[in-house]
């Protein structure tokens, strides 16, 4: 079995940047610049034939290339139980229909949906303990996080290997944007 999904990479300057504010908060796993990445769908755990035919499958989607923009940030979790700190993404129609070819392609071959609403985001940090009034000093410090859009030109289709020190993600296949 492997773990699959299918991301975003963001350019070098942007994850520089972003390493640069995940920092001051205790019992948080902060991501590596390695691992940010936008997340456009998680497809998880599937046998190695089966990934197989998602990758041939992942080259169905079409689009054109298009500019996001990562700006403020947030948690998922409640006030007390907060697991996760990330960047945000500005709305971005052109992303939502990108990640709905996606989940559309996954659906007609029997993958069904994610259950959780697509919100994009890169995640900084994992949360393994209570922050209390540090979490939210952090969040209202990076409140003004916002850079110069960049140009999706492509998506890929990763494999996450689990570890005791985080994730290690490689790239399966990379799906440029067609330049018509």
Avoid: C
């Amino acid at each position: 079995m492997i773990r699959l999904f299918t991301a975003i990479h963001l350019p070098k300057e942007q994850k520089l940047s972003l390493l640069s504010r995940m920092a001051g908060l205790p019992k948080v796993r902060w991501q590596t610049e390695d691992q940010l990445h936008l997340t456009l769908r998680f497809i998880g755990e599937v046998e190695e034939n089966r990934a197989e035919e998602i990758r041939l499958m992942l080259s169905e989607v079409s689009f054109k290339a298009f500019p996001i923009r990562l700006s403020g940030v947030g948690k998922f979790g409640s006030r007390k139980k907060a697991r996760m700190v990330w960047a945000g993404i500005e709305g971005s129609n052109k992303l939502k229909a990108l990640q709905e070819k996606i989940t559309n392609v996954l659906r007609r071959e029997g993958i069904p949906p994610d259950e959780r609403k697509f919100t994009p985001h890169v995640t900084l940090g994992r949360i393994k303990g209570n922050n209390g009034p540090r979490l939210q000093e952090f969040l209202e410090g990076n409140d003004d996080l916002s850079m110069p859009g960049f140009e999706v030109e492509e998506f890929h289709l990763m494999q996450s290997h689990l570890g005791r020190t985080g994730a290690y993600y490689r790239v399966i296949e990379a799906y440029p944007a067609q330049f018509q």
